[in-house]
């Protein structure tokens, strides 16, 4: 290219990397601006809040949903004033002769026994708590009466007493029975070798416990032996599992139909329905959902105990037999403090977004308590038949925003 | 014949290439009401004359009787950056946004008089996203909530235009328009409180509409000349998500200019622009606008050509202009804009190319205390794939 040629390009060339330059550039984008709405925006974004009153009547409560020890603690209690209760375990035979290969076993001698018994939650205010173990019959089954363990908490009967640590919110207790005390965990022939004990406590005043169930932390029972070997014996060991475990109340409180109850024993739970209009399962753009229940008469429970209260949407209306998510990003859980007093609220919007579209599920929630079945706390909540104390579901939902406006 | 299918060839795959990008144009403070800021769909040596040679521009998508002037085939691209200072009272903002408001093909139609073309161009921008703050009281209890509001998109009008050359000093030239186009909305909510659930709604604005416009060129004496335009656009359409919800309408355009050649290196221009926008006031108020105005538009402006042998050789141009602006931020106030450009260009590859160059800084305001400055790059590209020719005001 010749220098005349060149000094011909060169403008166009300036030109050309200007325009690159600021093709470039103008990929770049900011468009956030401060405004002051309404009077910059075209159109205003609006909020509304409605409050929904159960469906009159269609608010009730039912009982049984949990026995017993089949939840994840059993209650133990003494002079406590939301309940007495007492424990029971049963044991799964010990043999008489021990095992030694897949064919042949050799009779054994009994040298000790511990039983081991977890305490899961307690209340730590209350000092110097002990929890006492009783023999009882090995044919102790769900058919067992308050009654019945009550008359068999005798000092004929008492296997230990074991202290529990004052410092300590849960802790595992064991006794060793050897020697002369080897003789109160005797298992005679015809019992077949089950034994069954029950758990009772006492304390500086009266409180309650949470002990293990057959299904989380349950009580050991380990027997130490000497088996023959030659000239001489061999220490071993034989353990065996909680077959049955459950506790006893003295009295069930009885369900009062004008009220909503949540948890105590017999479990309740309780199904709320809720009106919910076109508008709201097609139109609405929700934003917040409160359920919001009232208290019939303060939330006691035992101190340091957290119950917690579960809402949980239904799947399908069925009644007391209902099934409920159990999705925890669709149910709303509140703990309750140790005495509750006040409006219980829980955020459900998760849950009411399931009651929109062309498929909703039924507007009802099944309330019911956590740990369930085995918790001293027993809630119980204002229906649509107790004026004043009804329940109530607030949403607040967004109207849609005048897009068109100009 | 052969050229004339080799035109629409051209004109086809770049009105098929051109139309997604030319449907955002430039974006304001004052598009934010109404139907946004009006477009400007010139090409970069219009502009740096502020705009006062749009109706004697064959490449721009003004006055089709001016499509006359064009010597042969022209495909002309337009992008327009833009960095916009926006004064509000709740705080201020450096916003920066680019837009491509024209894309023009157009030529004369080999042995004839005739001269077609057809162009893709800017009719209103509404491009912005605007933040607040505010509390809210939701449940009886105030709640901080952060919203922002956005559109994307805008008119854009696409043009078929026939020029005829009645005489060696007059022309006249016909369009029709056909205006569309679509704003996606969003607007979005935060609080501050972590039990309400943020949301957001969304909706598309479609547009459309028609016009159809006439012009004249006609030249007075060997220095002067006169250009023309009336143009008429009717109701156009709106529709949010495929529903009707309004028609609104769109303005009567006038249009006079006269050009002067003081000498063979400088000519200068002077042009108004009246557009009837307050047809559309009672439209806009029945939907909670703050309504229309009739808007005034004059440009004065002048090129001077370095290098009489290359006159597309970086020629110098500049231009001041004042407009009207048809939509108030705040009801009853009358948005204006002043602005002065400058800008020059580039022909190479034996004129087959060319690079054009304008900047412009506009005022804005309306009395009011909202207020915008904006700087605008303008760069267009024109492309004479059988060369030979230029466009000649």
């Known amino acids: 290219m010749n220098s005349a040629n060149l000094k011909r390009c060169l403008p166009a060339g300036r030109l050309a990397l200007v325009f690159g330059s600021v093709v470039v550039l103008a990929c770049q984008e900011r468009l956030v601006a401060p405004a002051d709405c309404p009077n910059l925006c075209p159109g205003n974004l609006t909020l509304d809040s409605i409050d929904l009153a159960p469906l009159a009547d269609q608010d009730s409560s039912f009982e049984g949903y949990v026995l017993p020890g089949q939840s994840t603690s059993l209650r133990v209690s003494n002079q406590f004033p939301l309940s007495e209760d007492r424990a029971v375990y049963r044991f799964a035979p010990r043999p008489d002769s021990f095992l030694v290969a897949t064919d042949s076993s050799v009779p054994y001698l009994l040298d000790s026994v511990a039983l081991s018994v977890s305490v899961l939650r307690r209340d730590t205010t209350v000092k110097n708590l002990w929890l006492y173990l009783y023999r009882l019959p090995p044919t102790i089954d769900s058919t067992i009466t308050f009654a019945d363990v009550d008359a068999a908490f005798t000092a004929v009967n008492l296997i230990d007493s074991l202290k529990v640590d004052d410092s300590l919110l849960s802790m595992t207790v064991t006794t060793t029975l050897k020697g002369p005390t080897l003789p109160r965990v005797d298992i005679p022939p015809a019992d077949s070798g089950i034994l069954a004990f029950g758990v009772g406590i006492r304390a500086d005043q009266g409180t309650g416990i949470r002990i293990g169930s057959p299904g989380l932390a349950p009580p050991s029972f380990r027997s130490f032996i000497t088996i023959p070997s030659g000239d001489t014996t061999l220490p071993q060991q034989i353990t065996r599992g909680l077959l049955f475990g459950r506790f006893v109340s003295q009295s069930a409180p009885s369900l009062d139909p004008s009220l909503l109850t949540i ?120 229906s649509t038949r107790t004026p004043g104390l009804v329940a109530r579901l607030r949403v607040t939902y967004a109207n849609k925003f005048p897009f068109e406006a100009p | 014949m052969v050229p004339l299918l080799r035109l629409l060839r051209v004109v086809v795959l770049a009105v098929m290439l051109g139309l997604p990008a030319v449907l955002e144009a430039q974006s304001s403070l004052f598009g934010v009401r109404g139907l946004g800021i009006p477009g400007r769909p010139l090409t970069p040596r219009s502009r740096a004359t502020g705009g006062s040679f ?38 201020d903002a450096t916003l920066r946004d680019s837009r491509f408001p024209l894309l023009t093909i157009a030529g004369p139609v080999p042995g004839t008089r005739l001269a077609l073309g057809v162009a893709v161009g800017s009719y209103a921008d509404r491009d912005f996203r605007l933040a607040t703050s505010d509390t809210a009281e939701l449940r009886g209890v105030p709640v901080a909530v952060n919203d922002t509001l956005s559109s994307l998109g805008g008119l854009s009008e696409i043009r078929l235009a026939a020029g005829y050359t009645l005489s060696a000093r007059t022309a006249v030239g016909a369009a029709v328009y056909w205006i569309t186009g679509s704003s996606r909305l969003d607007v979005r909510r935060s609080f501050s409180d972590s039990s309400y659930q943020s949301f957001g709604q969304s909706a598309e604005l479609s547009y459309l509409g028609v016009g159809a416009a006439l012009g004249l060129t006609h030249q007075l004496s060997r220095n002067i000349r006169l250009a023309a335009l009336v143009r008429s656009d009717h109701k156009a359409k709106v529709d949010r998500d495929s529903t009707r919800v309004y028609d609104v309408d769109l303005p009567y355009t006038f249009g006079l200019g006269i050009q002067v050649r003081a000498s063979r290196r400088l000519s200068a221009a002077v042009t108004g622009i009246y557009r009837t926008w307050s047809g559309a006031n009672s439209d806009l108020l029945a939907q909670g606008g703050v309504g229309a105005r009739n808007t005034m538009e004059v440009a004065l402006g002048g090129e001077f050509i370095r290098n009489l042998r290359r006159p597309g050789a970086l020629p110098i141009r500049l231009g001041v202009r004042y407009s009207d602006l048809p939509f108030p931020v705040v009801t009853g106030h009358r948005p204006r804009e002043y602005s002065v450009s400058a800008g020059t260009g580039a022909r190479f590859a034996q004129d087959r190319a060319g690079i054009d160059f304008s900047v412009e800084q506009a005022w804005r305001s309306e009395g009011s205390p909202y207020k915008e400055r904006a700087f605008t790059v303008i760069l267009g590209l024109s492309i004479r794939p059988y060369g030979l020719n230029r466009a000649e005001p």
């Open chain 1, 263 to 382: 948890g105590g024993m017999p479990s309740a739970r309780s199904l709320i329905r809720f009106p919910w209009s076109t508008f709201l399962r097609d139109s609405a753009q929700l934003v917040r959902v409160t359920l919001e229940l009232v208290p019939a008469a303060p939330i006691v429970g035992l101190r340091a105990d957290t119950a917690f209260i579960i809402a949980r949407p239904l799947l399908a209306d069925f009644g007391s037999k209902s099934p409920a998510s159990t999705s925890s990003f669709f149910t709303s859980t509140v703990a309750l403090a140790d005495t509750t007093r006040d409006t219980v609220r829980f955020e459900v919007l998760r849950a009411a977004t399931q009651w929109q579209g062309s498929n909703p599920t039924p507007s009802a929630f099944m309330m019911q308590l956590s740990p369930e079945g085995s918790s001293f706390t027993r809630a119980t909540f204002g």
């Open chain 2, 54 to 91: 749009g109706l004697f521009d064959g490449e721009s998508d003004l006055n089709p009787a001016a499509l006359t002037t064009l010597r042969g085939v022209s495909a002309g691209f337009v992008l327009a950056p833009s960095w916009r200072r926006w004064e509000a009272p709740l705080g």
